[in-house]
C-alpha cells in the first residue's frame, strides 16, 4: 500500500542521487542528510505522523522504471550505481526539536509548535524528499477533516448531551489515501468503516470524489453544456 508514495520519487531527484554517488555534482545539486519537516497539529499529528514514517521505512524503494529512465536521460550512470539505486532503502534517524529553533516567526514550546529532524544519507534524503512532502499534505488535509469531525461531536455533546456517530468511509481510488484518513479519524477518536458498516456492507466507496463547479450569473447555457460534455467524456475515458 505505502508503495504508492514510491512513484512521487522525480526523475530529477535520481539523476542528482546518482550524480552524489558517483561524486560529479552539478554546481546546481544541494544534497543535504538533513530535512526539517515542521509538526502543525501537536502530539497527536506527531505520533500519526511517525507511525506512517515506520510503514514508509518498510516500503520505499525506488522505482525500477524511474530508474531505468534516468539511466536513459544520462548515460554516465554506472551500472553499480544503478544497483545502489535500488538497493537504496530509506532508514532514518528522527529527533524532535522545537520549530522556533529553525523558524523565528513561530512561538517556542509550550506553546509553538514542534518538528522532526530526520537525517540519512545525502541521496537517500533526495529521493525521499517528495514522497515525504506528498505523505505530509496527505496527512495534514486528513488530519484537520477528522479533527473538525471530532469537534462536531464535542459541540454536540456540551450542546444537546448526546452526538452523532461519524465514521470514515473511504473511497476505493486510492488505498494509501483511504489508510491515512482512516488512520487520522481512528486517532480522534472516531469510527472507521470497517468497525461501524454491517457485516457484508460496502465498506467503500466506488464513486470518483466529487467535484462541484458552480457559477455566479448571468449563466452561459453553452458553457456548461460544454464542461458537462467534457466531465462524461472523461468519466467514459476512465471506465
Not at 517556542?108 to 533526495?126: K, S, Y
Not at 454491517?198 to 466507496?205: C, I, R, T, Y
Not at 453553452?222 to 467534457?230: E, I, N, P, V
Amino acid at each position: 500500500m505505502f508503495t504508492e508514495l514510491n512513484a512521487w520519487t522525480p526523475i530529477q531527484a535520481i539523476l542528482a542521487a546518482a550524480r552524489d554517488v558517483e561524486g560529479r555534482k552539478f554546481s546546481e545539486d544541494r544534497l543535504e542528510g538533513q530535512l526539517i519537516m515542521p509538526m502543525p497539529h501537536g502530539q497527536l499529528f506527531e505520533a500519526v505522523f511517525l507511525r506512517t514514517i515506520a510503514w514508509m521505512v518498510e516500503s520505499y524503494r525506488v522505482p525500477n522504471p524511474k530508474i531505468a529512465l534516468a539511466r536513459a536521460t544520462d548515460p554516465a550512470i554506472t551500472d553499480e550505481t544503478e544497483a545502489g539505486l535500488r538497493a537504496a532503502r530509506f532508514n532514518p534517524t528522527i529527533r524532535r526539536a522545537p520549530l522556533a529553533a529553525f523558524d523565528k516567526s513561530v512561538a517556542a514550546p509550550p506553546g509553538g509548535p514542534n518538528a522532526f529532524i530526520i537525517d540519512d544519507q545525502p541521496f537517500v534524503i533526495e529521493l525521499v524528499m517528495a514522497p515525504l512532502r506528498c505523505l505530509m499534505d496527505i496527512l495534514t488535509f486528513s488530519f484537520e477533516s477528522a479533527r473538525d469531525a471530532h469537534d462536531i461531536g464535542v459541540i454536540a455533546r456540551e450542546t444537546t448531551g448526546g452526538a452523532p456517530t461519524i465514521f470514515h468511509r473511504p473511497y476505493a481510488d486510492s488505498r494509501l489515501y483511504a489508510t491515512l484518513e482512516a488512520l487520522c479519524y481512528y486517532a480522534h477518536g472516531l469510527m472507521i468503516g470497517p468497525l461501524e458498516t454491517p457485516e457484508g456492507a460496502s465498506q467503500l466507496d466506488i464513486s470518483y470524489r466529487a467535484v462541484n463547479v458552480r457559477s455566479r450569473p448571468p449563466v452561459d447555457a453553452g458553457l456548461l453544456s460544454l464542461a458537462r460534455t467534457s466531465m462524461e467524456e472523461m468519466l467514459h475515458g476512465l471506465r
